[in-house]
């Protein structure tokens, strides 16, 4: 599948609209909980990300012009580096069109943006039950973080606030 992948910029309204509408349907897959976003979420939530210059998306556009992925990013800060960490935060392909290499298209665009903003790694999360997700980021690379065999590897977890 050809496709465009952009930065976006989220003063502009197509690709705000975009990044809101593929956000909402990724959040409603159930490997991104099941549920629309909450309006209250939509109307504030690209105010917000382009009020931070730690986070930054890009958007695969098909040949119609239509959002088939997202990437959004979200840049924090690792002490043992004493450098910038890139955090793939939302990782969006449109059903029907994963396994055709558009994650690894967008996780490459992550990648030149991150050097360039000095991160020394990526990091990310998903699911033990979300299989195509891992085999899409063991294709690239990624592997889960593990210190020593004895420590066992990470685990994210949440407190709620």
Known sequence: MAVKVEAVDYHNPVHAHALIEMLDHYAQDPMGGG???PESTKAVLIKEMAARDTVFSFLAWNEEGQAVGLVNC???FSTFAAKPVCNIHDIAIRSGLRGQ????KLM???VTEAKARGCCKLTLEVLTG????KLAYKKFGFAAYQLDPATGSAEFWEYKL
């Open 101 to 104: 290499g558009l994650a690894q």
């Open 35 to 37: 549920e629309a976003l």
């Open 108 to 110: 490459q665009a992550v």
């Open 130 to 133: 979300n299989e195509p997700a």
């Open 74 to 76: 979200v840049i924090g």
